[in-house]
């Protein structure tokens, strides 16, 4: 048994209470003179040893004091045995209700948040899997057998397959392929601001062309939008608004020549090895800072055929794959082992404060006590 917390012990100090209050309750014997013996010679009182009446009072009263004091320790047992009834996680989107015909007794149980079961309504929101189920591993007692029945393909994968503490049985559930996201049309648009030469504008006009083949928008100094990528070419200080813009997650390309700062990191470079872009994070924003003016002549990787497919890349990175393979992404074993989940006593200390209690009253206001009194 552990004690989440010990000083709650300190509570036995009230045991003094009801000894106390047995000391100072002891029947009193008043002394009473006979005349026959008023000149007798007074002997010395024999010494009194200490006694308690109603012992059994006492006793009870004691232990409802300890359980008390044991109650705001917060006892833990630890080693109870462990639940290993098989538990069979099933991915929201299949039919669990099938699929628990084949195995009825089991403990069916969703993927996803809480774990709740089958009987439940499926969850709606799609959460990672491979996350759920490193969750759902140190959730269960190490004993216990799992089962996990997932859609192939897989939505919701890691970088790698998971690493669980017990071998799993791993039932992909061949389904439809979902189709792969439309990129038409999902090319960034260029913001330009306001103080920008007809050289720089000739340039990402040429880049907003090749990316959507649409011409450059008319320049501006309004901050950009949500699916924008923010110009500023100029060499006076951003504005307010677009700075706030660039903080709360925006991507800047700007042109600020000179060495590259501490923070910044060169992501791009031409043919022959120099720097070209350098990156550095800005709040939730990236800040990306050409090395030179937007011009051929000063930036010669503006000639090569590719710099506008590599500056999308780096504008917007290709997202990761959301679908993988169920069949090749089936879990690890080698994870630690599952902390074993200990019994919490308070529910049965409480119950036998209720009976304690209920014993004292009935001592205390018994009918027998009352005529020994």
């Known amino acids: 048994m552990a004690l989440l917390f010990p000083l709650g012990l300190?509570?036995?100090?009230?045991?003094?209470?009801?000894?106390?209050?047995?000391?100072a309750r002891r029947h009193q014997y008043a002394p009473l003179d006979f005349a026959a013996l008023r000149w007798l010679r007074a002997k010395i009182r024999p010494r009194q040893r200490i006694r308690f009446d109603e012992w059994p009072l006492l006793l009870v009263r004691l232990l409802l004091l300890a359980a008390l004091a044991l109650l705001l320790a917060r006892p833990m047992l630890q080693g109870s045995a462990p639940d290993t009834r098989a538990v069979i996680a099933v991915a929201p989107g299949l039919d669990a209700v099938a699929l628990r015909a084949q195995q009825p007794d089991a403990d069916w149980r969703w993927l996803a948040p809480g774990f709740a079961s089958i009987d439940t309504p499926a969850p709606r929101a799609a959460q990672p899997l491979a996350s759920l189920l490193r969750e759902l591993d140190q959730h269960l007692p190490a004993g216990a057998p799992l089962t996990v029945y997932v859609p192939d393909p897989m939505p919701g994968a890691d970088a790698q397959r998971p690493r669980l503490s017990r071998p799993v049985q791993w039932r992909p559930i061949a389904g439809t392929v979902p189709a792969a996201p439309d990129a038409s049309g999902s090319a960034p648009r260029l913001r330009?601001?306001?103080?920008?030469?007809?050289?720089?504008?000739?340039?990402?006009?040429?880049?907003?062309?090749?990316?959507?083949?649409?011409?450059?928008?008319?320049?501006?100094?309004?901050?950009?939008?949500?699916?924008?990528?923010g110009v500023w070419l100029s060499a006076a200080p951003l504005p307010p608004t677009w700075q706030a813009w660039l903080e709360s997650g925006g991507t800047l390309?700007?042109?600020?020549?000179?060495?590259?700062?501490?923070?910044?990191?060169?992501v791009l470079r031409d043919a022959q090895g120099q720097a070209a872009i350098s990156e550095r994070r800005v709040g939730s924003g990236r800040l990306l800072r050409l090395h030179a003016a937007l011009a051929p002549s000063a930036l010669p990787i503006l000639e090569d055929p590719t710099f506008p497919r590599q500056l999308l890349a780096l504008a917007r990175p290709p997202a990761a794959p959301q679908w993988v393979a169920a069949t090749a992404h089936a879990p690890l074993t080698g994870a630690h082992a599952p902390t074993p989940h200990p019994l919490d006593l308070a529910p049965w200390l409480l119950g036998l404060i209720v009976l304690l209690f209920a014993l004292e009253r009935w001592l205390a206001t018994s009918a027998r006590r009352g005529a020994q009194a």
Do not use: K, M, Y
């Not at 300190?10 to 000391?23: C, F």
């Not at 090749?210 to 320049?219: C, E, F, N, R, V």
């Not at 390309?253 to 060169?266: D, K, M």
């Open 10 to 23: 300190l509570a036995l100090g009230a045991w003094l209470v009801p000894l106390l209050v047995h000391l």
């Open 192 to 229: 330009l601001s306001g103080a920008a030469d007809a050289s720089a504008r000739r340039v990402l006009n040429a880049v907003q062309r090749a990316w959507s083949g649409q011409p450059l928008a008319t320049a501006t100094d309004a901050a950009p939008i949500d699916g924008e990528i």
């Open 253 to 266: 390309l700007v042109t600020l020549p000179g060495a590259r700062a501490a923070a910044e990191t060169v």
